[in-house]
């Protein structure tokens, strides 16, 4: 049986409700891990960088680039590349 046939998973779509309750929270109380040195920080502790056609968020610790986001006029990219880790807290 090929991957794509494997009944032990969904698609995707099976996240949405879960992805739809994480982002609707402010983001920059939650705590990040870089991939560059593995500082521990909040987003809100970022240096952030908006000349650009993005926003560039760098770590204060090393400057390795953490975050990426660029906004169109119907939608957005997020570059999380640099981030080992998001932990986001969750009203109760």
């Known amino acids: 049986m090929s991957e794509d046939h494997d009944p032990g998973h969904v698609d995707g779509n099976a996240l949405a409700g879960d992805l739809r309750e994480i982002f609707a929270v402010d983001l920059t ?53 640099g981030t080992v880790s998001l932990e986001i807290p969750l009203p109760s």
């Open 29 to 81: 109380a939650a705590t990040g891990q870089c991939s560059g040195c593995g500082y521990r920080g909040s987003v809100a502790t970022l240096r952030v960088y908006q000349n650009a056609p993005g926003v560039v968020a760098r770590c204060p610790h090393c400057e390795e680039v953490v975050l990426r986001l660029v906004r169109g006029r119907d939608r957005a990219w997020l570059d999380l590349r």
